[in-house]
């Protein structure tokens, strides 16, 4: 019966690590009906795990949501003037050269609008503040034509941060009243690479970021502490057992560091917008460490927690295998976020 369900595989591929999680919907169930993860040595074998993880994967559709970050997604908050939806989708071509470093024929663009801004002045017009996306569009045809040649159909492919705020939303539908109305969270996933940020209010995106550090330079300073090789640094890192004091004073600088990058996003949302932080929701890689929540809760001086993005999804037992969905549970809100988009 499930190959009739709505099927999607939400894709996250990381830059050491690629996750994907099949969720079914089923009427108003959401069904973890299968889920691997693959390490990848560097992006020249990014190609074939993806070939290996979806022959073993045991995934019943081909129907693929994916993401692209970094350097070629650029975030922007602009003021403009108030007006409709469709209005504003043909407006923002005309307007986003003005804020993107690239030419506006080799982006795709996206919107949404935020919040209303009054007139101040007698006369002057009412504005809106409005988040503007732009995806290098040779980075987006390049994920699309791979995941194509590998005999996947791409349905989707959106971007890290606001994957989370899918991912998030759905753990409102699943699990109603378990979040607060009229209250802002952040939403910090810290991947190998970068660290992407959504932050939100009443489950509405008003500000989003990528921050170009993350796991890697935790792993960088315990090689540089222990001495060891980089892949010895990063098996220590997830599994630091006895060594959990040594490692977490390794890696302090640098989560200060990456905490108060963070912290900058905080305050400019708080600048912007009327309201402040009240919570954090960690995940990513790094959120497997054990001191992470609390050293990031001292650091943002914030309720900050690990964040579980599966809680409340059923799961089909006889094609996951659950102990290691679990043990993952907390690198898996961009893939779940895909996949939520698609379905």
Excluded at 36 to 49: C, F, H, L, S
Aim: glycine letters at 6%; hydrophobic letters at 40%.
């Amino acid at each position: 019966m499930l190959k009739q369900r709505k099927s999607i595989v939400g894709l996250d591929v990381g830059t050491s690590c690629i996750k994907a999680i099949e969720i079914t919907q089923d009427k108003f169930d959401y069904i973890i009906t299968a889920f691997a993860q693959i390490d990848i040595a560097g992006e020249q074998a990014r190609r074939d795990a993806l070939s290996e993880l979806f022959k073993s994967g045991g995934f019943r559709t081909k129907r693929v949501a994916t993401s692209v970050s970094g350097k070629s997604v650029i975030f922007r908050f602009i003021n403009m003037v108030q007006m409709s939806d469709d209005n504003l989708t043909n407006a923002i071509k005309f307007e986003a050269d003005k804020y993107i470093p690239f030419d506006v024929d080799e982006v795709q663009l996206d919107t949404q609008k935020l919040m209303d801004l009054p007139a101040t002045e007698e006369g002057a017009q009412d504005e809106m503040k409005v988040l503007l996306v732009a995806a290098k569009r040779s980075i987006v045809e390049d994920q699309a034509t791979m995941l194509s040649e590998l005999g996947l159909s791409p349905v989707n492919i959106g971007v890290d941060s606001f994957a989370l705020g899918n991912a998030y939303e759905l753990n409102d539908i699943v699990s109603p009243g378990l979040q607060e109305s009229d209250h802002t969270v952040a939403l910090v996933d810290i991947g190998f690479a970068k660290s992407s940020i959504n932050i939100l209010r009443n489950n509405v995106t008003f500000f989003a970021r990528e921050v170009p550090m993350g796991g890697q330079d935790l792993t960088n300073a315990i090689t540089r502490r222990f001495g060891l090789e980089p892949f010895e640094a990063e098996a220590l890192k997830r599994d630091p057992q006895e060594q959990v004091v040594e490692v977490q004073d390794a890696v302090s600088a640098t989560l200060d560091d990456l905490g108060n990058e963070i912290n900058l996003s905080f305050d400019f949302f708080e600048n912007q917008f009327e309201g402040e932080v009240q919570e954090v929701y960690l995940s990513g890689g790094s959120a497997l460490l054990p001191f992470l929540e609390e050293s990031m809760e001292k650091i943002f001086e914030k309720r900050t927690r690990v964040w579980n993005p599966i809680e409340g999804l059923k799961v089909r037992s006889d094609n996951v295998d659950i102990d290691a969905l679990n043990q993952s549970a907390p690198q898996l809100a961009v893939a779940v976020g895909l996949a939520t988009a698609g379905t």
